[in-house]
């Protein structure tokens, strides 16, 4: 196995080393990194601005720049979080803690420095992960049947949105509005219009480009429409203060390793967010350190756990995004979307039937991050100033980008309204503390579980049992229950605390005479 992994990934560099492969592969890490050092401009916001990009362009191409996005943003947010504590996404809020107090001290380089070897070296943990992981569902492809995608699907719009942010039901309540979203347009099987409204234009569905660009790019705008100006401290990193010392490093070794772990096993976890990975990996080096009061004062432990985390986590994010279809968040539903937008059916069956996408994508991590290690030494100082860009030249700019991009793909100005309405609709349901990110969710795997429950039935004669009697299927329909009834005690245990906090101070202030 270890011989046919190895020459598969060699086939793979080949794909990837492609002139035009790695001039894509270059594009998608370098806006990455930069719109990852952007503040409140995240990988999302960019890869559904540059969707449309892709409709004209080679899959392998395509899906190597749209990935380099994606881990190029998660170390450009870092810079931000470290050097300004700024952090550009929910994931550094962490690195804030203890990158920003470095940087005061004087040590801003070594945070950097750091950060660029546990990226180094989680990714590519996290890539030999995937390479031997990944072709084990290879040999069960085959017994994968409508009956055990639709189970799998299921699982994944439960895990999505039962461990979203914030209230679990907010989060299914969410996930079944893109599930509705999903079905609009027109039905497969009887060819009858559903929830049009007797507008022609959604007849073909709804645009996957202008649901997340109104949700992502649109609504974000809305909701920092306020910010106009960033006035912070003016940090000055050169090249020789990069270099961390030998005790420092000595310091980070055992929490890169620990964070590398962590982001491992929850990117093997559809729906765990980078978020939570990084909060878990600082909460456990505060939890075994000798010494937690250093913690929020610029430990440089604080810097590395949850950056390796982030970054392992990134990579083995792809296995159940490629192998199995189930999207570990929403920048993984939106690469999965436009894989589907290609013709290409992400499963089991993707490793075999599409091996230059897979393996060129596998090879394209390694390249991707040894140019982000090229491109962030000698341009440390670039980015710095670009954090300094006020919002109100910002934002405007990458409204006029989403507006040229919709309306490019269908030359449909009637996109560009729907833009218009969910970016409305996204802003104020993220004032209200819904998780968005779960609509696309739903939007992207509803049609997929839709169309194999159907099928499914259609085998069994209409028989439900059907998914209890193959033992894949049985598996994880049993998962799936599992993850609603830990969910309902979860949320049964934290009304009665609430119940008791209340009752509490009314039981002791009548005890008092």
Not at 302 to 317: F, I, L, M, R
Not at 341 to 361: K, M, R, V, Y
Not at 454 to 479: C, E, K, N, T, Y
């Amino acid at each position: 196995m270890i011989g046919k992994a190895l020459s598969d990934l060699w086939y793979g560099f080949g794909v990837a080393l492609a002139p035009q492969n790695l001039m894509w592969s270059f594009c998608g890490v370098l806006i990455g990194n930069l719109i990852g050092v952007l503040p409140g401009m995240g990988a999302l916001s960019a890869i559904s601005i540059l969707l449309p990009l892709t409709y004209t362009m080679h899959p392998v191409p395509a899906v190597l720049m749209l990935a380099g996005i994606y881990y190029g943003s998660q170390y450009g947010g870092a810079i931000g979080a470290i050097l300004l504590n700024l952090p550009s996404h929910p994931p550094h809020a962490v690195t804030c803690l203890d990158g920003y107090p470095m940087t005061r001290q004087g040590r801003g380089g070594a945070a950097l420095g750091i950060t660029m070897l546990a990226s180094l070296s989680a990714a590519s943990f996290g890539i030999i992960v995937m390479i031997f992981a990944s072709p084990l569902l290879v040999q069960i492809a085959f017994k994968f049947g409508p009956t055990e995608i639709f189970s799998i699907m299921l699982l994944g719009l439960l895990a999505g949105s039962t461990m979203a942010r914030g209230s679990p039901i907010k989060g299914i309540a969410m996930t079944t509005l893109g599930l509705l979203l999903g079905v609009v347009g027109t039905d497969v099987n009887s060819g009858v219009q559903r929830f049009t409204f007797g507008f022609p234009e959604l007849y073909d569905r709804l645009e996957l480009v202008a649901l997340a660009m109104g949700l992502f790019g649109v609504a974000d705008f809305l909701t920092n429409v306020n910010r106009l100006e960033y006035t912070g401290h003016e940090a000055k990193v050169r090249f020789r203060d990069m270099r961390p010392s030998l005790a420092e490093l000595k310091q980070a070794f055992f929490p890169m390793l620990r964070g590398t772990m962590i982001g491992t096993l929850f990117g093997a976890m559809p729906g765990t967010g980078p978020t939570i990975t990084t909060f878990v990996a600082y909460a456990v080096e505060t939890k075994i350190a000798r010494n937690p009061e250093r913690f929020g004062h610029g430990a440089i432990e604080g810097v590395a756990s949850p950056e390796a985390s982030s970054h392992s986590k990134t990579q083995v994010d792809f296995i159940p995004t490629m192998s199995l279809g189930i999207p570990g968040d929403a920048v993984m539903a939106l690469l999965l979307g436009a894989l589907i937008i290609q013709g290409i059916q992400p499963g089991p069956q993707l490793i075999t039937q599409h091996a230059d996408i897979f393996w060129g994508l596998i090879a394209s991590f390694w390249v991707g991050n040894i140019l982000l290690f090229l491109l962030n030494v000698p341009m440390i100082g670039i980015w710095v100033r670009l954090l300094q860009v006020p919002y109100r030249f910002m934002y405007p700019s990458a409204l006029f980008f989403i507006a040229i991009g919709v309306y490019s793909t269908n030359n449909s100005l009637f996109e560009v309204g729907e833009v218009l309405v969910f970016g409305i609709a996204g802003a104020v349901l993220m004032a209200l503390d819904f998780p968005v990110a779960t609509i696309l969710l739903g939007y992207v795997l509803g049609p997929l579980v839709e169309e194999n429950f159907r099928r499914a039935l259609l085998l069994s004669r209409g028989d439900l049992m059907v998914f209890l009697q193959h033992p894949i299927s049985a598996v994880f329909i049993g998962i799936s229950v599992l993850l609603v009834g830990v969910q309902l005690v979860f949320a049964i245990w934290r009304g009665g605390r609430r119940m008791a906090s209340a009752v509490d101070p009314a039981a002791q202030t009548a005890a008092d005479p």
